[in-house]
């Protein structure tokens, strides 16, 4: 198989005995980002002041347009960044106007950041959850979709791909046709891990991701689209989302006609100037997310074959390759993972682990060597 190492020497050549298998935590980052970094700081100390033109006039366009081609979306002014998607989703429950506590429809899988925020507003009176088991997977979409149609909900929120078990959520046509609710995806394990186009539902709903993992950019690019006209006023606002206008009389509080309505305050660049930079990267390789899913599919075949026999090979696992869209990871279920993890790491082994599941994740810089290498690790597994 062709071999990328050569587009990650940096982080490769940092820790050269490290053998890291969780890209789907901290994805190494590319060289690319360390131009991209570079030409951040640059454009401070050479622009000082005036590097915000540069920022709002090129940076954050250009990043838009990357989101909007990678996603199929017809307008890149849906799309506004913000330094995680935590504060994006915030400001987009502030910005619905139905009467509080807000009916929403939601899942027990969802990440951290929703998990902990939904029940905080739970128990400030501010919503009303109803969680969807994601267990058992093989129903999941179909009793996920059969209770967002019986109505009555605000909102609707749903990771396309679960990131504790991989699992793959891929109707989203159909949860989109459902009528009345705000729906909104959490495609952080998705955004350029499987090809997806929301071209034709840009107009009905939400999308939320960023470049931290799959895009390989690190953090701050996270980034939400908005559909037009939803939530013309957040209330959580900072005064980037008047940007565009700022002749307003003193005390108005002016909104983007677009995604800038979303924008928080000052932010740091640097994440943009790398998303950018690994983007071009990509597209002068000729590495599409298509491409690259091939890549890593082939990585996992091989690994699952590589692991037959061992402890690992034994343990449930939650997301099987069925030929269908995969997460970009493995997810092992045992009583056994968190020591798997503690013995792998002692190897200097990256893992992750989830309460019981171990999580192994690959990208776009490994190979089959990584693969052969692992499985010997493997083998000392009980």
């Known amino acids: 198989m062709t071999s990328y190492k050569h587009l990650f020497r940096r982080a490769l050549d940092a820790a050269p005995e490290r053998l890291h298998m969780a890209a789907h935590s901290h994805h190494l980052w590319p060289d690319a980002s360390f131009d991209g970094h570079y030409q951040a700081w640059e454009d401070a100390a050479k622009l000082a002041d005036r590097k915000w033109d540069r920022i709002m006039a090129e940076i954050w366009p250009e990043a838009q347009r990357q989101v909007a081609g990678e996603l199929g979306l017809p307008d890149p002014s849906t799309i506004a960044f913000a330094p995680n998607t935590h504060e994006l989703i915030v400001r987009l429950i502030s910005a619905h106007d139905g009467p509080r506590p807000l009916k929403v429809l939601a899942t027990d899988g969802e990440f951290h950041s929703f998990r902990r925020q939904s029940a905080r507003w739970e128990a400030a009176g501010e919503m009303i959850v109803e969680r969807v088991p994601v267990e058992p997977f093989a129903s999941f979409s179909d009793r996920f979709l059969d209770k967002a149609r019986t109505g009555g909900f605000d909102l609707i929120f749903v990771s396309q791909v679960m990131f504790n078990s991989g699992l793959v959520f891929d109707r989203l046509e159909e949860l989109a046709a459902v009528e009345r609710p705000w729906i909104v995806i959490d495609g952080y394990h998705a955004f350029m891990a499987i090809p997806t186009d929301i071209g034709p539902l840009a107009e009905r709903i939400f999308y939320v991701a960023g470049g931290y993992k799959y ?8 980034f939400l689209h908005a559909p037009p006209g939803l939530g013309p006023r957040p209330v959580y606002t900072g005064w980037y989302a008047e940007f565009d206008d700022l002749s307003l009389p003193p005390g108005a ?8 309505r979303f924008m928080g305050s000052t932010f740091d660049a640097s ?9 071009g990267m990509l597209e002068a390789e000729g590495l599409t997310t298509e491409a690259i899913a091939d890549h890593v599919a082939h990585l996992h075949a ?18 099987p390759l069925t030929g269908g869209p995969h997460a970009r990871f493995l997810a092992f279920r045992s009583p056994h993972a968190q020591r798997w993890k503690a013995e792998l790491m002692a190897r200097d082994v990256v893992t992750d682990v989830r309460g019981d599941v171990l999580r192994l994740g690959l990208g776009l810089y490994h190979d089959d060597s ?5 499985a010997k690790e493997a083998l000392s597994l009980r």
Do not use: C, K
């Open 271 to 279: 994440g943009l100037y790398r998303f950018v930079a690994v983007r």
């Open 215 to 222: 895009a390989m950019a690190g953090e701050g690019a996270a």
């Open 302 to 319: 091989h690994l699952l074959r590589a692991i037959e026999g061992t402890a690992l090979g034994e343990a449930e696992l939650l997301n």
């Open 370 to 374: 990584d693969v052969a290498r692992f």
């Open 253 to 260: 509080v002016g909104y983007a006609p677009d995604a800038g």
